[in-house]
């Protein structure tokens, strides 16, 4: 499995474990699960393509889009309210807390690529899949 199909895996396990329909992963733990420094565009695609039979509902935030910095992906189970992707610059928590009203949202921090490929290989092996908190 590489590793976008095993991290959009992981975050379909931890939707299921916690309840939610929609998760958020900021740029720095894509960064740092991708070991690199930049995130290219072509990178977050390919995961969004490998995430789509699981989360066919993505949106892309960046802080500043012309600079395409500071990304917030947002990755869904359910469709999701435009307005609230409309409402300019704010930070993710505040945005995460106004989606939580009409849809289960959960922000993630991604545990270390090693620990995602542990808990996804535990999973194949039939253990009880336990979300990192």
């Not at 939610?20 to 992963?25: E, Y």
């Amino acid at each position: 499995m590489d590793r976008n199909s095993s991290l959009a895996n992981f975050l379909a396990m931890v939707a299921w474990v916690k309840l939610c329909d929609c998760v958020v992963v900021e740029a720095a733990d894509l960064r740092s699960y991708f070991s690199v420094d930049r995130l290219e565009d072509s990178r977050v695609e390919r995961l969004l393509e490998a995430a789509e039979p699981l989360f066919p509902y993505a949106e892309k935030l960046y802080e500043v889009p012309e600079q395409r910095s500071n990304l917030s992906l947002y990755l869904s189970r359910v469709p999701l309210p435009s307005r609230i992707f409309d409402l300019g610059t704010m930070a993710t928590s505040d945005r995460v807390a106004l989606l939580n009203l009409v849809v289960p949202t959960k922000s993630i921090s991604l545990p270390f690529r090693a620990t995602i490929a542990e808990l996804m290989e535990g999973v194949g092996k039939g253990q009880i899949f336990q979300a990192p908190a």
